[in-house]
């Protein structure tokens, strides 16, 4: 038995069949490639969809772990532990100003601020969420309720109570969900699993001065879209908006599983002493991942990159739209880049990975590539050769060539 069949063998047999597993086992990893058990080599365009934003061991990281982890790895939050203090600071400082809670994942960080927004509502009785359609915010109940995809809902209802839908970037249809029970509205600036869709600038200041008219905190979801990725420290500032509050997971500690709420004046107080924790939240170790995360992206000038090679990497596969039957649109912000199709993703993703190359099929018809901040100029352009040779051979030859 191969490796690779005597690890399915063992899925099969004791992990829950909550994922559609790809059938490769990844054994190792380095900058913008991974490799499988049988030594074959990968661009790796998917970064644990959104979380690698470094590329895999970035040396930075990996030293600030071991050093770390050979320190002290847990204390308890009844005490304070100075990474906690330093990351915050941090974090704070990159939103000019505000107060952090830390836990371990997207889903948990988004409970923490639906939690915020009931907190600070019950008085008014104020306790309904709106968040809109195709978003995604995670597996946990209130996180699900929130998510604005039947899909994920389906076979767990009933769904907990006080969550809204509006249509997603339809100011209006916003407008029309507020009602006298509305604590806050939750919002991707750039929504990851709904198909890489990025909110309009108006939609997202026409959310900002709805949440000041009625009092209401504007949350947004940058779990996904945060951290530079966008060619932004964050997906809210290309529509120049504050959120009340915003949440963190992902790519903060670079495969160090981390959360974070960050939140501005109206927000940063509202948790008093007994109302929210986490036991395992803003370790010292989870921190000194993140704020390894931190300083290189800036040393590295990486957000700056994010958006310079995302406009290159969008403009050549601008360049097949049209010239390839069933191509139908590219979108995104930065390296957070969607190739919409007219048909379903898969095949061609499976097929990418054939040639060398993870991207992540989304919202059926949507091929979504998350490559490293940190990916070369030579990485990048190997994988758009990978990509235009897969859609050539997927959706026939360059159409100037197939019509004389
Ligand atoms: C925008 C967004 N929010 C929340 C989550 C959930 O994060 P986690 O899986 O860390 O709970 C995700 C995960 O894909 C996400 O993309």
Redesign the pocket.
């Known amino acids: 038995m191969t490796i690779t069949a005597d690890i399915a063998q063992k899925y099969r047999q004791h992990i829950m069949p909550t994922y559609a597993y790809s059938g490769l086992v990844l054994t190792r990893g380095k900058g913008a490639r991974v490799w499988d058990a049988d030594g074959k080599v990968y661009l790796d365009f998917q970064t644990g969809?959104?979380v690698v934003g470094l590329g895999h061991c970035h040396p930075e990281v990996t030293r600030a772990v071991q050093e770390q982890a050979a320190r002290l790895v847990h204390v308890s939050n009844l005490h304070y532990n100075e990474n906690q203090a330093l990351l915050a600071e941090k974090l704070a400082g990159l939103f000019s100003g505000g107060k952090c809670f830390f836990c371990n994942?997207?889903?948990?960080a988004?409970e923490a601020m639906i939690k915020l927004a009931r907190l600070r509502g019950q008085g008014q009785g104020r306790f309904e969420i709106i968040s809109l359609t195709q978003s995604?915010?995670?597996?946990t109940l209130a996180?699900l309720a929130a998510t604005g995809q039947t899909k994920y809902q389906t076979g767990f209802e009933p769904m907990p109570e006080g969550f809204r839908h509006a249509t997603f970037n339809d100011l209006e249809s916003v407008r029309a969900a507020v009602t006298d029970k509305t604590s806050a509205i939750l919002v991707?600036a750039v929504q990851?699993?709904g198909g890489v869709v990025p909110g309009q600038q108006d939609f997202l200041r026409g959310l900002r001065a709805l949440c000041d008219e009625r009092d209401l905190l504007l949350l947004c979801?940058e779990?996904?879209?945060g951290m530079g990725r966008t060619g932004r420290w964050f997906g809210f500032e290309h529509a120049d908006i504050r959120p009340d509050a915003f949440?963190l997971?992902?790519a903060l500690g670079n495969g160090y599983p981390i959360?974070a709420v960050v939140a501005g004046p109206r927000a940063a107080d509202v948790f008093q002493p007994g109302k929210h924790a986490s036991t395992f939240g803003g370790s010292p170790l989870a921190c000194a991942a993140a704020l390894a995360v931190l300083r290189v992206i800036e040393a590295e000038g990486l957000v700056a990159r994010a958006a310079e090679i995302g406009a290159r990497f969008q403009e050549r596969l601008r360049s097949m739209v049209g010239r390839y039957e069933h191509v139908r649109e590219v979108r995104g912000l930065g390296l957070m880049v969607g190739l919409v199709l007219d048909q379903p993703a898969r095949p061609l993703t499976d097929r990418l990975a054939e040639m060398g190359l993870l991207a992540i099929p989304t919202a059926e018809s949507v091929i979504r590539f998350l490559p490293p901040l940190t990916v070369k100029d030579g990485e990048l352009d190997e994988a758009l050769d990978i990509i235009e040779d897969a859609v050539a051979e997927h959706h026939g030859a360059p159409r100037e060539e197939a019509t004389p």
Request: glycine share 18%; aromatic share 4%; hydrophobic share 30%.
């Open positions: 969809i959104a994942s997207g889903a948990e988004n995604f915010h995670g597996r996180a991707e990851g699993e979801d779990v996904q879209c949440s997971a992902k959360g």
